[in-house]
């Protein structure tokens, strides 16, 4: 797919896609000077006046480069094309790339907020010439458009060029001699060493002199003097790399055969210089958002633009912090970067959620309001943020309510921690769990510092980096050195690979060191369709190359021996991306027969595991591969349903990230978290309805092949967060069903899939499982498997039905009840592999229906029993209420009917007996309880319901009692449930009925 040319709304203002939020700020002073206004006369000058093609920035996470986890400079999108992987699609590019500097060699997180000038993101401008232009005329361009379209005066710009190595590489004076003939001064053109302008990728690979412009804020004299001296006022603002040599393992430099340019331009600079401002956060980039931080919170001291000393209380900082973390928020969410999956994104809001309560009065809702405002300024450029903007105001509520959980826990266990102890206040770092647990830890052990087996041991336990830790030692007032700890974790990723290296075993070694020739697998994906719709696989000729016994290669392999082959090539699947491997067999001219029931890859050699069936083959023999038919189909099918459940789960859910896969022939499984409410029996059957539509509608599965340059030009490609894509040959799988059910499916996959939508023939959901507060686990099936579902279904249903009504006959007895659902539920435990398996749906809605039949029966046979406590009640007030010596009448007694039921209901038995004191007893499934009521007339001092049962049938059972609420625990009482073994019961039954007689006779 070619990339988008520069687009309209860089020249035309677009309408806002409706949405809840609108709001007018006049945001510009001097409109000709806006950033608006200088990234469009960047743009015109490279694009209209110098035959550009705009290139649309990437996402802030590159997509093939896990060398980077934010992409930190233009140039990162392009790495294919300087290492000579790809064939660049434009010789000519233009664009502004959004990045973020967080962590590794381009950290600004900690600076940010204390000076004017550094930021988490930030927006980079750059011109590119691949085999193109060089040098000449990069230089001549950019000096026009700083000099001839913004009107930057001469006497304001310094350029310095590369001086040379002691290596023996030469001064750049090419640079110096173009920089002369354009009409620069001799005194402003100043030579500098390697480390300021010489440019390498990395300790290999393409490198080559820079030169740098650098702006002067003060004045027109001459400053050359303190060009690079980190002054504040005179800052480097555009540099032209010039790609030129090639570093060599050995460190040395040989000449690339095309040369390219690569250019980066800091709009946050350059808006300073043009705005003739000092800091970055008084340009129009950043200003709305401190406006708008104050109007949103007016009962805050408002921004005073002081730094240092003179900001004593910080809240100067805390604005530049909110706005800088804000933007960076911003554009990461809009680019689908899930916190949950990127720590540091996740580190970074809950500071930013710190920020809004602790110093702006906040508790919720800041954040995702000032996202609007970045939204307005920077949506008209990076059009993902305006579409994505629900999505982006989602992910904040969530991580909000996640983080405000997880404080109140922490909190909680902190006061418990905090009783009578002098502690540091805590209520600016992040409150979690884990901290407070490495807290305690080190308070308790009081270490002078976090050394670097401290600092492995809160890595080890409490998964705490550099940061983290930092944060503690600083929460503690403890020294803490990071270089200590990169240290340390340099030592063990050392030792672990070493140990891992010591447990690769022989046959992985000798196939690393083997000159043999990666597997030719291409024809994996070589399949057709009849008219029928019937899928053909064809035969693929295969020569042996190696055959591996256990750990060492053999020459030759015998009948039923198991083993691997090596072949030149297959058309078999080797497991990769969650699809589990192909099988088949491998038939040799001598009637010797392999069969296939595994393949592994090992440095692109692919091993085909199985056993021999008939004559012996040799290395060297020659067969051809058939594939199973059956159970490669049937991959193919649930590898496009787990395409069509991920897709259907974002469109229901809308802000979805995928975790894992697992697609086999006969089911498949994802891993997936919802940032919303967790997936439910309801959004089951949506799922289900969309999947099932697309599968009637016939959808055409189309697979089209790009790099990473094509990759980076598609819209609404899904994802996984941490996966990293190669440069070339990426597979991007798309079912578009978008003019009909507004349904679009497109994800890079290396899998196989069928060719049409139809071909799935059936789909449905068969488990859903929760894996923590945001996580489901789903299990589907497709083609004859979901119709084995579904057929499981019906007689299940059949059989459901058959015994309500045998019960609704019978409803006097409930051990039949009990054993019929029972029987039912044994059921629904059925393992996915299983051929009894039912659907999700129908399954929970049939438990549910069975649950509550079940309990409808129960309650009314509960109510027929209980009518038995009533006949028994009254019956023993005819029958057995006993008088004391001072004539009052009392009863104490047994419930003989309590045997029957499952939950006793005393309450009802001593309610026939409201005017006289009473016990009642009551066994039942292995327990005992007791209730005992005593009227108010008769209520003494040394006699109540409490003192009764107390000290004379709770005692005798061991038991301990409790008053209800709202009632008078003198005068009603109860003993709570004791388990009493039956060969005990009818013993100390009647201890407790004869001390409980003795008591009241004594005491009334």
Same mark, same amino acid.
């Given at each position: 797919?070619?990339?988008?040319?520069?687009?309209?709304?860089?020249?035309?203002?677009?309408?806002?896609?409706?949405?809840?939020?609108?709001?007018?700020?006049?945001?510009? +002073?001097?409109?000709?000077?806006?950033?608006?206004?200088?990234?469009?006369?960047?743009?015109?000058?490279?694009?209209?006046?110098?035959?550009?093609?705009?290139?649309?920035?990437?996402?802030?996470?590159?997509?093939?480069?896990?060398?980077?986890?934010?992409?930190?400079?233009?140039?990162?999108?392009?790495?294919?094309?300087?290492?000579?992987?790809?064939?660049?699609?434009?010789?000519?590019?233009?664009?502004?790339?959004?990045?973020?500097?967080? =962590?590794?060699?381009?950290?600004?997180?900690?600076?940010?907020?204390?000076?004017?000038?550094?930021?988490? /993101?930030?927006?980079?401008?750059?011109?590119?010439?691949?085999?193109?232009?060089?040098?000449?005329?990069?230089?001549?361009?950019?000096?026009?458009?700083?000099?001839?379209?913004?009107?930057?005066?001469?006497?304001?710009?310094?350029?310095?060029?590369?001086?040379?190595?002691?290596?023996?590489?030469?001064?750049? @004076?090419?640079?110096?001699?173009?920089?002369?003939?354009?009409?620069?001064?001799?005194?402003? +053109?100043?030579?500098?060493?390697?480390?300021?302008?010489?440019?390498?990728?990395?300790?290999?690979?393409?490198?080559?002199?820079?030169?740098?412009?650098?702006?002067?804020?003060?004045?027109?004299?001459?400053?050359?003097?303190?060009?690079?001296?980190?002054?504040?006022?005179?800052?480097?603002?555009?540099?032209?790399? /010039?790609?030129?040599?090639?570093?060599?393992?050995?460190?040395?430099?040989?000449?690339?055969?095309?040369?390219?340019?690569?250019?980066?331009?800091?709009?946050?600079?350059?808006?300073?210089?043009?705005?003739?401002?000092?800091?970055?956060?008084?340009?129009?980039?950043?200003?709305?958002?401190?406006?708008?931080?104050?109007?949103?919170?007016?009962?805050?001291?408002?921004?005073?633009?002081? /730094?240092?000393?003179?900001?004593?209380? =910080?809240?100067?900082?805390?604005?530049?912090?909110?706005?800088?973390?804000?933007?960076?928020?911003?554009?990461?969410?809009?680019?689908?970067?899930?916190?949950?999956?990127?720590?540091?994104?996740?580190?970074?809001?809950?500071?930013?959620?710190?920020?809004?309560?602790?110093?702006?009065?906040?508790?919720?809702?800041?954040?995702?309001?000032?996202?609007?405002?970045?939204?307005?300024?920077?949506?008209?450029?990076?059009?993902?943020? $305006?579409?994505?903007?629900?999505? @982006?105001?989602?992910?904040?509520?969530?991580?909000?309510?996640?983080?405000?959980?997880?404080?109140?826990?922490?909190?909680?266990?902190?006061?418990?921690?905090?009783?009578?102890?002098?502690?540091?206040?805590?209520?600016?770092?992040?409150?979690?769990?884990?901290?407070?647990?490495?807290?305690?830890?080190?308070?308790?052990?009081?270490?002078?510092?976090?050394?670097?087996?401290?600092?492995?041991?809160?890595?080890?336990?409490?998964?705490?980096?550099?940061?983290?830790?930092?944060?503690?030692?600083?929460?503690?007032?403890?020294?803490?050195?990071? $270089?200590?700890?990169?240290?340390?974790?340099?030592?063990?990723?050392?030792?672990?690979?070493?140990?891992?290296?010591?447990?690769?075993?022989?046959?992985?070694?000798?196939?690393?060191?083997?000159?043999?020739?990666?597997?030719?697998?291409?024809?994996?994906?070589?399949?057709?369709?009849?008219?029928?719709?019937?899928?053909?696989?064809?035969?693929?000729?295969?020569?042996?190359?190696?055959?591996?016994?256990?750990?060492?290669?053999?020459?030759?392999?015998?009948?039923?021996?198991?083993?691997?082959?090596?072949?030149?090539?297959?058309?078999?699947?080797?497991?990769?991306?969650?699809?589990?491997?192909?099988?088949?067999?491998?038939?040799?001219?001598?009637?010797?027969?392999?069969?296939?029931?595994?393949?592994?890859?090992?440095?692109?050699?692919?091993?085909?595991?199985?056993?021999?069936?008939?004559?012996?083959?040799?290395?060297?023999?020659?067969?051809?591969?058939?594939?199973?038919?059956?159970?490669?189909?049937?991959?193919?099918?649930?590898?496009?349903?787990?395409?069509?459940?991920?897709?259907?789960?974002?469109?229901?859910?809308?802000?979805?990230?995928?975790?894992?896969?697992?697609?086999?022939?006969?089911?498949?499984?994802?891993?997936?978290?919802?940032?919303?409410?967790?997936?439910?029996?309801?959004?089951?059957?949506? +799922?289900?309805?969309?999947?099932?539509?697309?599968?009637?509608?016939?959808?055409?599965?189309?697979?089209?092949?790009?790099?990473?340059?094509?990759?980076?030009?598609?819209?609404?490609?899904?994802?996984?967060?941490?996966?990293?894509?190669?440069?070339?040959?990426?597979?991007?799988?798309?079912?578009?069903?978008?003019?009909?059910?507004?349904?679009?499916?497109?994800?890079?996959?290396?899998?196989?899939?069928?060719?049409?939508?139809?071909?799935?023939?059936?789909?449905?959901?068969?488990?859903?499982?929760?894996?923590?507060?945001?996580?489901?686990?789903?299990?589907?099936?497709?083609?004859?498997?979901?119709?084995?579902?579904?057929?499981?279904?019906?007689?299940?249903?059949?059989?459901?039905?058959?015994?309500?009504?045998?019960?609704?006959?019978?409803?006097?007895?409930?051990?039949?009840?009990?054993?019929?659902?029972?029987?039912?539920?044994?059921?629904?435990?059925?393992?996915?592999?299983?051929?009894?398996?039912?659907?999700?749906?129908?399954?929970?809605?049939?438990?549910?229906?069975?649950?509550?039949?079940?309990?409808?029966?129960?309650?009314?046979?509960?109510?027929?029993?209980?009518?038995?406590?009533?006949?028994?009640?009254?019956?023993?007030?005819?029958?057995?209420?006993?008088?004391?010596?001072?004539?009052?009448?009392?009863?104490?007694?047994?419930?003989?009917?309590?045997?029957?039921?499952?939950?006793?209901?005393?309450?009802?038995?001593?309610?026939?007996?409201?005017?006289?004191?009473?016990?009642? +007893?009551?066994?039942?499934?292995?327990?005992?309880?007791?209730?005992?009521?005593?009227?108010?007339?008769?209520?003494?001092?040394?006699?109540?319901?409490?003192?009764?049962?107390?000290?004379?049938?709770?005692?005798?059972?061991?038991?301990?009692?409790?008053?209800?609420?709202?009632?008078?625990?003198?005068?009603?009482?109860?003993?709570?449930?004791?388990?009493?073994?039956?060969?005990?019961?009818?013993?100390?039954?009647?201890?407790?009925?004869?001390?409980?007689?003795?008591?009241?006779?004594?005491?009334?």
């Amino acid at each position: 797919m070619a990339f988008q040319l520069y687009p309209k709304f860089l020249y035309t203002s677009r309408k806002m896609p409706c949405c809840i939020w609108v709001r007018k700020i006049s945001k510009y +002073i001097h409109k000709d000077i806006s950033a608006q206004t200088i990234r469009r006369h960047f743009f015109d000058y490279f694009i209209k006046s110098h035959d550009h093609t705009f290139v649309r920035s990437s996402p802030v996470v590159p997509y093939c480069d896990p060398t980077v986890p934010f992409v930190n400079a233009g140039m990162n999108q392009f790495k294919g094309i300087f290492l000579g992987t790809q064939t660049p699609h434009f010789t000519r590019v233009a664009n502004s790339q959004k990045c973020i500097r967080v =962590g590794g060699k381009h950290n600004d997180l900690n600076v940010v907020g204390k000076d004017g000038y550094h930021h988490t /993101f930030f927006e980079m401008m750059g011109n590119w010439s691949f085999g193109d232009y060089f040098k000449e005329e990069a230089c001549r361009m950019a000096w026009e458009l700083l000099t001839q379209i913004y009107k930057i005066p001469p006497s304001k710009l310094y350029i310095t060029y590369f001086s040379g190595d002691k290596l023996g590489l030469d001064s750049d @004076i090419e640079t110096k001699d173009i920089w002369r003939r354009i009409g620069v001064s001799e005194d402003r +053109i100043l030579p500098f060493s390697v480390k300021e302008n010489f440019w390498e990728m990395g300790v290999t690979g393409p490198c080559g002199p820079c030169t740098e412009i650098h702006f002067d804020h003060s004045g027109s004299i001459n400053r050359s003097e303190f060009v690079n001296k980190n002054l504040h006022d005179l800052t480097e603002i555009w540099n032209l790399v /010039f790609i030129q040599y090639n570093r060599l393992p050995d460190g040395s430099l040989s000449p690339l055969p095309k040369k390219h340019v690569d250019t980066g331009l800091g709009l946050e600079r350059l808006c300073c210089a043009l705005q003739g401002k000092q800091c970055t956060y008084d340009t129009d980039l950043l200003d709305y958002l401190i406006i708008a931080i104050q109007k949103n919170c007016s009962s805050i001291q408002k921004y005073s633009a002081k /730094f240092g000393e003179q900001d004593r209380n =910080g809240i100067n900082t805390s604005y530049r912090i909110l706005a800088d973390h804000t933007r960076m928020i911003t554009a990461c969410l809009a680019d689908g970067v899930i916190p949950e999956q990127n720590q540091k994104l996740r580190r970074i809001l809950r500071k930013c959620f710190i920020l809004c309560e602790n110093v702006f009065g906040k508790e919720r809702g800041l954040v995702k309001e000032l996202t609007n405002y970045v939204v307005e300024n920077l949506g008209d450029v990076y059009p993902e943020m $305006e579409k994505n903007i629900s999505q @982006i105001h989602q992910i904040i509520d969530y991580e909000e309510d996640v983080y405000s959980a997880i404080r109140t826990e922490a909190k909680k266990d902190w006061r418990k921690f905090s009783v009578k102890k002098e502690l540091p206040n805590i209520d600016n770092f992040e409150l979690t769990p884990s901290f407070i647990k490495a807290f305690k830890e080190l308070y308790t052990a009081k270490p002078s510092e976090i050394d670097e087996q401290w600092a492995h041991k809160l890595y080890d336990r409490h998964g705490f980096d550099a940061e983290g830790i930092e944060q503690l030692s600083k929460a503690l007032n403890i020294k803490f050195n990071p $270089e200590t700890f990169e240290k340390k974790m340099a030592e063990v990723k050392l030792k672990s690979k070493t140990s891992r290296q010591i447990t690769i075993d022989k046959l992985i070694t000798a196939l690393v060191e083997t000159d043999l020739k990666k597997t030719d697998d291409s024809q994996k994906y070589s399949y057709t369709k009849t008219n029928n719709s019937e899928y053909k696989f064809p035969e693929t000729q295969c020569r042996i190359v190696q055959i591996v016994d256990k750990d060492q290669f053999v020459s030759e392999l015998k009948n039923r021996k198991s083993c691997g082959l090596i072949l030149d090539r297959t058309n078999l699947y080797c497991e990769a991306g969650g699809q589990e491997s192909d099988k088949g067999k491998i038939l040799f001219d001598n009637n010797a027969i392999f069969h296939v029931e595994s393949l592994s890859s090992v440095n692109d050699l692919i091993i085909h595991r199985g056993y021999l069936e008939g004559n012996s083959i040799k290395v060297g023999s020659e067969g051809k591969i058939i594939i199973d038919k059956n159970h490669r189909l049937s991959n193919m099918r649930n590898h496009t349903s787990a395409h069509l459940m991920n897709a259907a789960i974002k469109k229901i859910k809308l802000v979805t990230c995928q975790n894992s896969s697992k697609v086999t022939h006969k089911y498949v499984k994802l891993d997936v978290s919802v940032f919303d409410a967790k997936l439910d029996l309801e959004d089951v059957i949506k +799922i289900e309805q969309i999947i099932s539509n697309i599968i009637k509608d016939k959808v055409d599965v189309k697979v089209n092949v790009t790099d990473s340059q094509g990759l980076y030009s598609y819209e609404d490609v899904t994802l996984i967060p941490g996966e990293v894509y190669p440069d070339n040959e990426i597979r991007i799988v798309e079912i578009n069903d978008g003019e009909v059910r507004n349904f679009v499916s497109r994800e890079p996959c290396c899998g196989t899939h069928v060719q049409n939508t139809g071909d799935l023939e059936d789909f449905c959901i068969i488990h859903l499982k929760s894996l923590g507060r945001s996580t489901s686990s789903i299990h589907g099936v497709t083609g004859e498997r979901a119709k084995l579902a579904r057929e499981n279904a019906k007689d299940l249903f059949a059989d459901v039905a058959k015994f309500k009504d045998s019960i609704k006959e019978h409803f006097d007895t409930l051990e039949m009840l009990d054993i019929g659902v029972m029987s039912f539920k044994e059921r629904f435990k059925f393992e996915v592999t299983d051929d009894a398996i039912l659907p999700y749906v129908f399954k929970t809605q049939i438990l549910n229906e069975l649950n509550a039949f079940s309990k409808k029966i129960k309650d009314q046979s509960n109510e027929d029993l209980r009518n038995f406590v009533d006949l028994e009640m009254h019956d023993a007030m005819k029958n057995k209420i006993q008088v004391t010596k001072s004539n009052k009448k009392y009863m104490i007694h047994y419930l003989k009917s309590s045997v029957m039921f499952e939950s006793v209901p005393l309450q009802r038995a001593t309610s026939v007996c409201p005017n006289i004191p009473v016990i009642v +007893i009551a066994y039942s499934d292995g327990m005992v309880k007791a209730r005992c009521c005593v009227p108010k007339d008769v209520q003494t001092e040394s006699f109540d319901a409490k003192k009764w049962l107390n000290e004379t049938v709770a005692l005798v059972f061991k038991a301990e009692t409790t008053s209800q609420k709202l009632q008078n625990g003198v005068l009603v009482c109860n003993m709570i449930a004791k388990r009493i073994h039956v060969q005990e019961w009818q013993h100390l039954l009647a201890e407790s009925v004869r001390n409980a007689t003795n008591y009241i006779e004594e005491e009334l």
